[in-house]
């Protein structure tokens, strides 16, 4: 293992201690076999007396420690040596690699919003009919509730810097705007969208009201408990919301009043094609890709104008901003304003979409969610954040489906029970791996593109 | 050029503060007079900071008036102050480390958009307009950092910070800039880069009150001088007649030396 | 007045539970200034560990005193729950120290969704019950409605009494407790005085978590039963308790954690049970707008 034959005579050879690798591993295997002990080599099972009792599962416990105790050596004898070696011969920096960079930055949004626009047909041609159903439901809608709600938060918490743990909140406001106002005043969809939206933002500034002095982590909790408050509400006020039981039958959106449905004025009789959920699923899919697209257009030119040149002076330095002349209570009620807004329309398009809301929907872990998006994406950049969401949604998504682990661990291994742990698991990760998110370096910011290139006008003016 | 010793742009009167029971700056009064560069010197912890944030709305007074242009604004928020002109650098310097040289000094007029008049309207039209991009370029080119625009601060030198932080607070024309302790951790030609912005800046009209450690420099740049200790005015004359001050000196000894004062002993 | 009398009692012993996991929050804030969002988490796992261990003790080993297998059951639980934290920090938190302030806040909130899956994963989803443990109660106060404390509640005050006078001694007068203070003042000049900062600070987990397994074994024998999602409620309401009392103030999460624990109890019995949580939550809330050094805590003066 150590003096690798390729390197170079003149670079310093690393030198490993097996020894030592086996004393660590020895040392982290005792570790994780006193850790897992009680919660995985025991098993709580309820008996026909609905008496508790044990189960033992010493193979289950010992592979973990075996498994951790080998990643361990695998690190000691060749992660940490490779990682020594290149400290101490740096790799020359690759001319191919950081074009192939420059060029996936140039053209991988162009792509990506390609793709996302023909996503649907193209599902539909592979799959067909309703097998394509579920990826575009599940995968395509899912994904961009999600990459619109952390756009939403991205002005919250990327550009203002205010850190929102009760985001969902909002996004509960504008879902039962929807549904109360829906199905009380029998308003349609395209009306009741520009509202939920308004009903969404005057909720931010009401609530933002309170929190304006504080930072950091206590307007992280304070917003937490805002959101708890609201989910509370929902829950116990059972003549407004129904409670835990939640409203069904919420009116779904109609294209210029063509409802989706199987009768006769529906949208595959009008068209006349042959009834199925596809249309109204794709429908779904691009009005909440125009949607998302719509936050991301508003945040990037909100972003050049005075009111985003504040939020991001804000998030940087409060009284370095108020010493430049910006008033810090507009500029953060306008940033929780806006954010609670895209919310509101993400919201109001959930309750459509499902039919049925309830308090469920609307937790701390919807709110944990979207942060992490953010975080993750990389605080403040467009395209991490929709990464991000691809990923993190997507991902899960994923566990839903992988029926082919039953083969390896047995007919009743539920995947989807993991989602959330492994979902944990990689918050944890990519924070370790990447504090500043995916996308951890900053795009150039629009004006000073658009800076030079105005500044090149002067200067052929000048001469020419 | 105005007439003559005329009406100070700033005119701090009695001006007292207190955190608690500390008394940081008590029944203090100076001037400072437009295209004029006051200083303001004392030892670690005289109230010198103190006074800034008072000056600038940071902090709320317990008693007394800051007259600006003739007129009280001691009740003003501080950026209603900012938007009327009286601006300021930081001790420590407060930029956006993630951000561009342009994008810093871009954000010294994004509170003056929204003061204009015009308003709402304004605030609507991106920042990047030919206007803005001229003055920003006007105010680099002054302290002598056009050819970093484009340069995340961060990237930046530390002593070349100090004239980001200069040309934010110059972009949007204002008629009384504070300067804290500017020349910390420059190098002398630096300091002499600085020496000479200053004398620009203050000729344009502005009022200048510099906070300074380093009476070797206020000896250079400033006529009038007014030194604080324990949050009381305790001089005002020429820097001259302060290093023979026997108050003056009695404040400074112990703490360092009194001229030729590069404190290297400090932080 | 007997309701209230009752309503005290009830109320103190939570008050003593949420006070307990009330100082793992503010020693943690005091000494890296990081809300340990797990550290609710950390309490249920706890919890379960108790539970394990009390089974054990019970149906294999068949030991019929109970004071004892109580005793043997929080020893356990304090040492398996003090490992566990001192893993957590030195995996997902200590890497990111001195990264960018939102890092460690976020990483707490993924080791907490990963915790709480965890347990639902390996002891499945449903609520797990054990048989009530010392039942008898005595009557304090005779009238329409005989106020009774019970024996639980007894063990309870005791057992947090004792403990937080160990956890006193440990912190005011042992040379752990200096470097502790040390590290809350300035980390970088307690390396310089010789004080190891890491050490201090896993230190300051592991004691955090003792003291959360301490509660999480008065949970369990309290409620006798305990579920995967115990965590993040009990939690949010010690985190309250903390705020309330002056975030990094020790004496302050105690008297916090009482106060949180009585407010709860007096609000289910005078207004409304539904709304309690809603009153934690508002509780937290205010106090961090209104009263954000608490009530023994010093205020922050803000450098300008």
Redesign the interface.
């Known amino acids: 293992m150590s003096a690798p034959a390729a390197a170079p005579a003149s670079t310093a050879t690393v030198h490993v201690n097996i020894g030592r690798a086996l004393k660590d591993t020895a040392i982290t295997a005792a570790i994780a076999f006193a850790l897992f002990l009680p919660l995985i080599g025991f098993k709580t099972v309820q008996n026909m007396r609905n008496e508790l009792e044990l189960e033992t599962r010493l193979a289950l416990l010992l592979t973990f420690v075996a498994i951790i105790a080998g990643a361990k050596l695998f690190v000691s004898l060749v992660i940490a040596p490779w990682r020594e070696r290149r400290a101490l011969n740096p790799a020359p920096t690759n001319a191919t690699l950081a074009k192939a960079k420059t060029l996936l930055a140039h053209w991988f949004t162009p792509f990506a919003l390609g793709f996302a626009v023909v996503y649907p047909i193209l599902i539909f041609t592979v799959t067909g009919g309703t097998g394509a159903l579920k990826w575009v439901d599940n995968f395509g809608i899912q994904i961009l509730i999600y990459v619109m709600l952390g756009w939403g938060l991205n002005i919250v918490v990327g550009l203002a810097g205010l850190l929102d743990l009760g985001y969902v909140a909002f996004y509960a406001v504008g879902a039962y705007s929807y549904t109360l106002l829906a199905k009380e005043f029998g308003l349609s969809f395209w009306i009741l969208l520009p509202l939920a939206g308004f009903l969404s933002a005057f909720w931010g500034v009401l609530l933002g009201f309170p929190v304006l002095r504080l930072r950091g982590d206590y307007l992280a909790i304070v917003t937490l408990a805002f959101g708890e408050i609201v989910r509370l509400i929902l829950i116990n006020w059972v003549s407004f919301t129904n409670g835990y039981a939640g409203i069904s039958g919420i009116p779904r959106p109609t294209l210029f009043g063509i409802p989706f449905n199987a009768n006769d004025d529906g949208f595959a009789a009008t068209f006349g094609l042959e009834f199925s959920p596809i249309y109204r699923s794709m429908f779904l899919y691009y009005v909440i890709l125009a949607l998302a697209l719509v936050t991301a257009y508003v945040t990037i030119r909100l972003r050049q104008l005075p009111v985003g040149r504040a939020w991001e002076a804000l998030r940087e330095d409060e009284i370095a901003c108020r010493s430049l002349g910006i008033n810090t209570t507009n500029t953060k009620l306008t940033a929780f304003a806006m954010g609670a807004m895209f919310a509101g329309f993400a919201g109001s398009f959930f309750a459509a979409r499902q039919g049925f809301i309830s308090p469920e929907s609307f937790t701390f872990l919807e709110s944990a969610t979207i942060l992490s998006i953010v975080v993750l994406g990389g605080m403040g950049s467009q395209i991490g954040v929709a990464v991000a969401a691809v990923a993190m949604i997507g991902g899960t998504e994923i566990m839903r489906d992988l029926d082919f682990l039953k083969y390896f661990f047995g007919s009743d291994f539920d995947p989807t029970q993991y989602r959330m742990l492994l979902f944990g698991f990689a918050m944890v990760l990519i924070m370790i791996w990447k504090p500043r998110g995916l996308v951890g370096t900053r795009e150039p910011s629009a004006i000073y593109k658009e800076r030079r290139t105005i500044l090149g006008s002067h200067v052929k003016e000048g001469h020419g | 050029m105005s007439k003559a010793p005329a009406a100070p742009v700033l005119r701090v009167e009695h001006l007292s503060m207190r955190f608690g029971g500390l008394v940081a700056v008590d029944d203090l009064s100076f001037s400072a007079a437009r295209g004029d560069i006051t200083a303001l010197i004392g030892p670690n912890g005289a109230g010198k900071s103190t006074l800034v944030a008072c000056i600038t709305g940071v902090l709320r007074i317990d008693a007394g008036t800051i007259r600006f242009q003739g007129n009280g604004v001691q009740n003003l928020p501080a950026h209603r102050r900012a938007r009327i002109g009286i601006t300021r650098t930081f001790q420590k310097v407060r930029l956006a480390d993630q951000l561009t040289v342009y994008e810093n000094v871009v954000a010294g007029l994004a509170g003056h958009w929204f003061a204009n008049s015009s308003g709402w309207l304004r605030v609507l039209r991106p920042l990047s307009t030919r206007e803005a991009v001229t003055t920003v370029g006007q105010a680099l080119e002054r302290v002598g950092l056009s050819d970093v625009s484009g340069t995340v601060v961060k990237s930046l030198p530390f002593g070349r910070r100090h004239f980001v932080e200069i040309a934010r607070a110059i972009v949007s024309g204002p008629k009384l800039l504070l300067l804290d302790e500017p020349a910390t951790g420059l190098t002398e030609p630096e300091r002499e880069r600085l020496s000479q912005l200053v004398r620009d800046i203050a000729a344009l009209g502005c009022a200048i009150v510099l906070i300074e450690h380093d009476l070797e420099l206020v000896g250079r740049l400033c006529d009038r001088v007014t030194v604080i200790n324990h949050g009381r005015r305790i001089f005002t004359g020429t820097p001259a007649a302060a290093q023979n001050d026997p108050a003056v000196i009695e404040a400074y000894l112990g703490v360092n030396q009194l001229i030729g004062g590069r404190d290297d002993a400090r932080d | 007045m007997e309701v209230f009398v009752q309503q005290l009692i009830n109320g103190i012993t939570l008050g003593s539970i949420y006070g307990l996991i009330a100082i793992g929050y503010t020693m943690v804030f005091g000494i890296i200034?990081?809300?340990n969002f797990a550290h609710g988490d950390v309490f249920m796992?706890s919890a379960?560990?108790a539970?394990?261990?009390l089974?054990?003790l019970t149906?294999?080993l068949g030991m019929s005193s109970v004071a004892l297998a109580l005793l043997i059951v929080l020893v356990v639980a304090m040492v398996?729950t003090s490992?566990?934290n001192w893993?957590i920090e030195r995996?997902?938190y200590r890497?990111?120290r001195g990264?960018?302030?939102?890092?460690?806040?976020?990483?707490a909130?993924?080791?907490?969704?990963?915790?709480s899956?965890?347990?639902?994963?390996?002891?499945?989803p449903?609520n797990?019950?054990?048989?009530p443990l010392l039942r008898d109660v005595i009557v304090v106060m005779h009238g329409d409605y005989d106020v009774t404390v019970s024996y639980r509640q007894l063990i309870i005050w005791g057992v947090t009494a004792v403990l937080l006078a160990i956890f006193w001694y440990l912190v005011s007068k042992t040379a752990l407790g200096r470097a502790q203070r040390a590290c809350e003042q300035d980390q970088k000049m307690a390396a310089l005085v010789g004080i190891d900062v890491d050490r201090t600070i896993s230190i300051t987990f592991v004691i955090g978590a003792a003291l959360a397994a301490v509660a999480g074994t008065m949970y369990l024998m309290y409620y006798g039963v305990v579920s995967f999602s115990d965590g993040?409620v009990p939690g949010?309401k010690a985190?309250t308790a903390a705020?309330l009392g002056g975030i990094g103030s020790l004496p302050g999460a105690v008297i916090g954690g009482l106060l949180i624990g009585l407010i709860e109890t007096m609000w289910s019995a005078y207004f409304s049970i539904?709304?309690k949580?809603?009153a934690a939550?508002?509780i937290?809330?205010i106090t961090?707008?209104f009263l954000?050094q608490g009530l023994l805590g010093r205020p922050e003066?803000?450098k300008?």
Not at chain 3, 117 to 124: A, C, K, L, P
């Open positions: 200034g990081m809300v796992v379960f560990v539970l394990i261990a089974l054990i149906t294999w398996f490992l566990v893993v995996i997902a890497p990111l990264s960018f302030r939102l890092a460690p806040l976020i990483s909130i993924g080791m907490s969704i990963f915790l899956n965890f347990v639902q994963v390996t002891q499945g449903r797990k019950p054990i048989p993040f949010i985190f705020v539904d709304y949580d809603v939550f508002s937290l809330a961090l707008i954000p003066v803000e300008v």
